[in-house]
């Protein structure tokens, strides 16, 4: 085929039934950007000679070097079979699990993917990840097997072995889809059946489920990879050769073929004349005719795209990566940029005249803009056409939108359109930085070129921390290497410092340990050093604090009116996961209460919404059984920190009761309000305390504070006595008054006016929680003494660290394995599972890393194998650290084991020092170490 001009890309593009979205999807370095070449060169617009070695889709110089598509990229490709003309746009996207989120992006706007497997690596951890996201996104995919010439000229197999290796694949992969199908059959039949029952209350274990029906009922036979089905193609892309399924006829045909461009090899080495490609093309053909998803194009009523924002070369102004499903776009049309979070219903309730109200003087709305299409362009990998219209069903470049769109949104030309779901991204943002300029001078060109980074990156997060520092926070190393690239050359163009990765953890509290360090059971060893551990926790907690054997903290407010019992308990590791799942309920839950509290009128919740609820405190009562745990879910006074963590604050006083499911109950309405005012402190010492925890000041995780006693019998002594004394007053006001209508003893009365003036000013603020001494107000004295009581309960309690985790997935060769796993144990790794992939000397490991530890971690095991081996690490969970930062040796068995320093290094206390030098927190530790006498080099004297 020949380069086609744009003409020609136009009229194809008019022509809706005949275009085919389609994206390369697959594992990296399994061959995505080759297999685009060689698709690229069957249109002319690069060398089939150069396809495979040009990489032409990976456009930025970084990519080049490292040799990873990190940007999904566009082209638009002719395609002719039969009569029938096809316009075929391609999208390459990354296959590194930094980049998964420009992934999610590609296969949004497409209908169909080709899945591209490395016929030796076979089935990988991103595989699997690529084929959940097309599957979520109900796309049609295609299967193309990809490096089959390594089987022969790499591992030597026989025909035999070669067939049953691809036989192996291909039931790996139609494993894994045939997973996705049940599961997505199981979950409607949940649904279903959960809607067919009339209470929604009652426990999911009362339900019992007959697994086979919903599976037998549906038909699942087009869904799996088979080569007779015509969704298998076995390629060698960097050779330009691919093949489906062929009759006798057609093998003998290329066998001829291979025979003849066998001999002209020779012929051409022999006499050194330029090798033709003569033969290539027609070969190539059949590739792209297997990758045709005749998937139905999804209907819009009105014109929408979903632009992502995609970083353009041109005078670096930003393109928005977009699809029409319905209708035609047209340049200076005007159009309404709907954000993720946009409603029609808000719509209507703002403006009265609904949607026939004119564009032009609408008021705002929240998640609306107004914006103009100013360019529309033809996506050509590296270069951009200008284009006057795009009719539905293609995918284009728009230009203008960087003032309206923050990641993606939803343009429509009516605002009654709902907008499409948000993205959904396997990859958690977890790397910390703090970045700032070299010069202080150019904070304004920082703060710009962050929040372009943030525009043209789906995945990116920037963040101003309390103290003030820029943070951005990636998915890995190297995403975050190349959003520090693209902010030193191409957004900020400045010269830019960053600190060390910030590594966030998490602060907890476990049960008391039944073992020591040194293995033997507590309790049964011989103490030496107990009087001397008990002395050192007594001087941790002050004076005027009571501590109960069992951890409970008694506190009296400064002003000795108030007096607060609080303790301690760690939540099981369900709850706390249930918590962070739900995080986003629980929020929706805290803005109902506080807008009920402020006694608006909020509008009927929404049926879900109310059953959602319900369905989480159901799973909390499930899991806190027990003695322990009695009526404590109905007890929940507050979540945190932020009012949505995975710390619960639980209220056991008898006088106030105050529970999130609720809202305040057990007194009149007068007294109730003064209580919440007071409550509404201790909340604020709660949110406080669980933000930064006494250990290195990092948020808490898993921890339930215990409100058992909250006394208020003196307070409320003295706001009686206050009243009684402002009665007082207000008898010698009036007094005064007659007085000064029937003068009698002139003298006297002036004086005792002059006294009374300052006492009635310092008693005129509201009688209730504001009353203020030299101690401040009553509430900021809740605040803290609140706080200082969940820090002091922690402290009583065996404290813990928890790390961020990193799931691991590590492909090596038998001969480097002991070396993987060396660099593992010295980086804190977990070894979880090793397998074998059959057929192969290919070993698949699976591990857990900390976050701090994985820095350099993927250079390492890179060097140490000699690149054999390469890692994939995805954020995976927290866990306990399980040494305890504070441990000092206290039985004898300890001290002969540790010695009396008991110097060895402590990983969770070398972490939190690490973080507390950060913060500038005190730390702990010996400026010289090991002190000797110095002497001189000249002259041993």
Request: hydrophobic residues 35%; contains cysteine; glycine residues 6%.
């Amino acid at each position: 085929m020949v380069l086609n001009s744009l003409d020609k890309m136009i009229q194809l593009q008019k022509n809706t039934a005949n275009i085919r979205n389609i994206c390369v999807l697959a594992h990296v370095d399994h061959g995505k950007t080759t297999l685009a070449d060689c698709l690229i060169s069957s249109n002319g617009i690069i060398s089939s000679r150069l396809a495979g070695k040009l990489r032409y889709m990976d456009s930025r110089e970084d990519e080049q070097i490292r040799g990873i598509t990190m940007k999904s990229s566009a082209i638009s490709l002719h395609y002719a079979k039969d009569s029938e003309e096809y316009l075929i746009n391609l999208i390459d996207s990354p296959g590194h699990v930094d980049f998964s989120s420009e992934v999610s992006t590609a296969v949004r706007i497409c209908d169909g993917c080709i899945i591209v497997v490395d016929a030796v690596e076979g089935v990988c951890p991103q595989t699997q990840a690529v084929l959940r996201q097309a599957w979520l996104e109900n796309i049609r995919p295609v299967l193309v097997i990809n490096k089959i010439d390594r089987l022969i000229v790499e591992l030597k197999f026989t025909p035999q072995e070669a067939y049953s290796h691809l036989k192996n694949i291909l039931e790996q992969i139609n494993a894994l889809t045939g997973t996705l199908f049940t599961s997505k059959v199981l979950e409607e039949r949940a649904e279903r059946d959960t809607e067919s029952q009339v209470n929604p209350n009652s426990e999911q274990g009362e339900q019992v489920y007959d697994w086979s029906t919903g599976l037998e009922d549906t038909d699942d036979s087009h869904l799996y990879f088979s080569p007779e089905q015509g969704n298998v193609v076995f390629t060698s892309a960097i050779d330009g050769w691919g093949f489906g399924p062929l009759t006798q006829e057609e093998i003998a045909q290329r066998r001829e073929r291979a025979r003849q461009r066998h001999a002209e090899k020779l012929a051409a080495a022999q006499g050194q004349a330029p090798l033709e490609p003569t033969q290539d093309a027609s070969a190539l053909e059949t590739s792209p005719q297997r990758e045709e998803p005749r998937g139905d194009e999804q209907q819009v009523e009105s014109m929408a795209t979903n632009p992502v924002p995609q970083e353009g070369s041109n005078q670096e102004s930003f393109i928005a990566f977009a699809r029409v499903f319905s209708g035609v776009a047209r340049r200076g049309e005007k159009i309404f940029v709907l954000g993720p979070k946009y409603s029609p219903i808000e719509f209507l309730q703002r403006v009265p005249l609904g949607f026939s109200a004119p564009p032009d003087d609408l008021p705002p709305v929240p998640h609306m803009a107004c914006c103009t299409l100013e360019n529309l362009y033809l996506l050509m990998g590296r270069e951009l056409e200008d284009l006057e219209e795009v009719p539905p069903g293609n995918v284009l470049g728009i230009g203008g939108l960087q003032d309206f769109v923050l990641k993606s949104a939803t343009l429509c030309s009516l605002p009654s359109c709902p907008p499409f779901i948000p993205l959904n991204f396997e990859a958690t943002p977890i790397v910390r930085v703090a970045v700032e300029p070299k010069h202080p001078s150019e904070m304004p060109q920082l703060v710009k070129g962050m929040k372009l980074l943030n525009q043209a990156d789906p995945c990116v997060q920037i963040l101003i921390q309390e103290t003030g520092e820029h943070v951005l926070v990636t998915a890995g190393e190297v995403h975050l290497q190349r959003c520090l690239d693209d902010l030193k050359e191409r957004f900020a163009k400045i010269h830019i410092s960053v600190s060390e990765p910030i590594i966030p953890f998490r602060e907890t509290i476990t049960k008391p340990p039944k073992v020591d360090m040194v293995n033997e059971e507590i309790g049964k060893q011989q103490k030496v050093a107990v009087i001397h551990q008990t002395k050192e926790d007594q001087s941790k907690i002050p004076e005027g604090i009571q501590v109960d054997s069992d951890g409970l903290i008694t506190m009296t407010t400064p002003n000795r009116l108030a007096t607060l019992s609080v303790r301690a308990v760690p939540l099981p590791e369900e709850v706390t996961q249930i918590l962070e799942e739900n995080s986003d309920l629980i929020r929706s839950m805290e803005l109902l209460t506080s807008s009920l509290n402020e006694g608006k009128n909020t509008q009927m919740i929404h049926q879900k919404t109310q059953e959602k609820i319900w369905e989480f405190k159901g799973k909390l009562e499930q899991h806190l059984t027990g003695r322990k745990w009695r009526n404590t879910v109905d007890q929940i006074w507050s979540f945190g920190p932020r009012k949505c963590g995975p710390n619960i604050l639980v209220n056991k006083s008898e006088d106030f009761q105050n529970s999130v499911w609720l809202g305040p109950t057990g007194r009149s309405s007068k007294e109730a309000s003064r209580y919440r005012d007071l409550g509404n402190s201790i909340v604020s010492g709660f949110q406080l305390a669980t933000l930064s925890g006494p250990m290195c000041e990092e948020p808490l995780m898993g921890v339930c504070f215990v409100l058992e006693k909250w006394d208020l019998s003196k307070f409320e002594e003295q706001g009686a006595s206050d009243k009684q004394n402002q009665e007082q007053i207000d008898l010698l006001g009036e007094r005064q008054e007659e007085d000064k209508i029937h003068p009698s003893g002139g003298e006297n009365q002036e004086v005792q006016g002059v006294c009374l003036e300052p006492f009635e000013k310092r008693t005129s603020p509201k009688g209730d929680s504001s009353i203020t001494d030299c101690y401040g107000p009553f509430s900021g004295q809740l605040i803290a003494t609140m706080k200082e009581a969940c820090r002091y309960s922690l402290q009583v309690k065996p404290q813990r660290l928890m790390a961020a985790m990193y799931t691991c997935d590590i492909m090596a060769t038998s001969d480097v394995l002991g070396r993987v796993y060396a660099v593992l144990s010295k980086r804190e790794g977990r070894v979880l599972q090793e397998e074998m992939k059959e057929g192969t000397d290919m070993f698949i490991i699976k591990a857990v890393l900390p976050v701090a530890e994985s820095f350099g971690f993927a250079d390492e095991i890179r060097k140490r194998t000699s690149g054999l081996a390469s890692p994939q690490l995805v954020f995976s969970h927290w866990e306990v650290i399980p040494s305890d930062p504070f441990w000092v040796p206290t039985t004898e068995e300890e001290y002969l084991h540790f010695g009396e320093k008991a110097d060895s290094e402590n990983q969770a206390r070398k972490y939190m020092n690490a973080v507390r030098k950060r913060k500038g927190l005190y730390v702990e530790e010996k400026i010289v170490e090991h002190a000797e006498k110095q002497r001189t080099l000249s002259k041993n004297k």
